[in-house]
Nanobody
Framework: QLQLVESGGGLVQPGGSLTLSCAAS????????IGWFRQAPGKEREGVSC????????NYADSVKGRFTISRDNAENTVYLQMNSLKPEDTAIYYC???????????????WGQGTQVTVSS
């Protein structure tokens, strides 16, 4: 069974950067597309970014396009989310999850991690 663990969150000032990691165990990441999602208090969980199994297709929400970069290192069984030019509205708990493809609806993503908190504040 695939298990995912997020890390790398923290407190950062507006305009700053953070890199989040999604580490897998129990199964190889090669079999899965990996998506990053975030959830702010009182809001629904939303998709942020997704990377295909081979890494050839990268998807970004319009709100983060040009600021965030998703990547994967299958040899290390890890997916990363590099976040630059952070804004207060990026504040949320960030989760990673797995699916057969980035076109899968949110309900078909699984193996959700515990989440990592990102707070953007001056």
């Amino acid at each position: 069974q695939l298990q995912l663990v997020e890390s790398g969150g923290g407190l950062v000032q507006p305009g700053g950067s953070l890199t989040l990691s999604c580490a897998a165990s129990g199964f190889s990441l090669d079999y899965y597309a990996i998506g990053w999602f975030r959830q702010a208090p009182g809001k629904e969980r939303e998709g942020v970014s997704c990377i295909s199994r081979g890494g050839g297709s990268l998807n970004y929400a319009d709100s983060v396009k040009g600021r965030f970069t998703i990547s994967r290192d299958n040899a290390e069984n890890t997916v990363y989310l590099q976040m630059n030019s952070l804004k207060p509205e990026d504040t949320a708990i960030y989760y990673c999850a797995a699916a057969t493809g980035c076109g899968s609806p949110k309900s078909e993503f699984g193996s959700w991690g515990q989440g990592t908190q990102v707070t953007v504040s001056s």
